[in-house]
């Protein structure tokens, strides 16, 4: 029986499709997926990725949040009898639905890739490992180190929840339409909470978002200027074995915790 063709690629949705069978075969590969494993993804698109994670898979929950696209999965659906198709906004989906030990596998829309990992880091107690395809740009941003100058919020905040690791950048040919930006799949190993518990998190975030408010200043300077008392601060970064004059950008996700233990909210 002939497939159904697909509707047109929509730009503001994210809409690049992967068209190379072996990049689907290395994202699923990473993954790890066994027979009982229930895998989340988001965008499935036009389901080249869908097709492979239901062969490996047990269940997979598949979220698209355009209604062309999930018509024309739904229309496919005897071939991944294992698939749950939602038509939903995966930033407003329930995640908490999903079982304790999901795999999260995605080429994920661009527009809204950076909101849609802090939300599926959120829920990172029952999503043990996720095989992202990210902006090369923001890969590199996410596994930067202390004194790179990619090392900013967001790589404290995702390393903070999770090791991760930049597996193999995907070439813009790789897709149709072609994106306009490179490609690069992460692999992300959740770990619970690193020494603050659940309510501790809030004022950390904080923290780490006005540390690098202006990145060309001290901490203590940045701070300040971002409304935190300055003596509390001080006595903070010197109880932490830390110099004055330190920069948000050489600090440790570890230091960030422990400064974010001693400077109160
Ligand atoms: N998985 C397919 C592939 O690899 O070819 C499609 C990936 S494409 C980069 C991103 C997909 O995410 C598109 O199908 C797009 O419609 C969908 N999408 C965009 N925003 C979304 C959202 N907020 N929630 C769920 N899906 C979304």
New binding site residues.
Partial sequence: MSRPDSPPA?KR??????IDPNIVRKIVALAEVRPTDSVL??????G???EALAQAAGRVTA????PR?HAHLTERQADFPNVTLVL????AYPLEQLPVGTIVV?????Y?STPLLFRLLEHRDRFPRMVLMLQDEVADRLVAKPGHSDYGVLSVMAQYAADMRKAFKVSAQCFRPRPEVGSAVVLLRTRPHRGLSAAEEPQFAALVKAAFAHRRKTLANSLRDEGYDPQPVMEAIEAAGLSPAVRAEVLSVQQFVELSRRIPA
Avoid at 13 to 18: A, P, V
Avoid at 41 to 46: A, F, L, T
Avoid at 88 to 91: F, I, M, S, T, V
Wanted: hydrophobic share 50%.
């Fill in positions: 929509i949705l994210g809409q690049n499709f992967l993804e988001i965008g499935p698109g036009r080249i990725l869908t979220v698209e949040i355009d696209l939903a906004d995966a930033l995605a080429n994920l829309p661009y809204i």
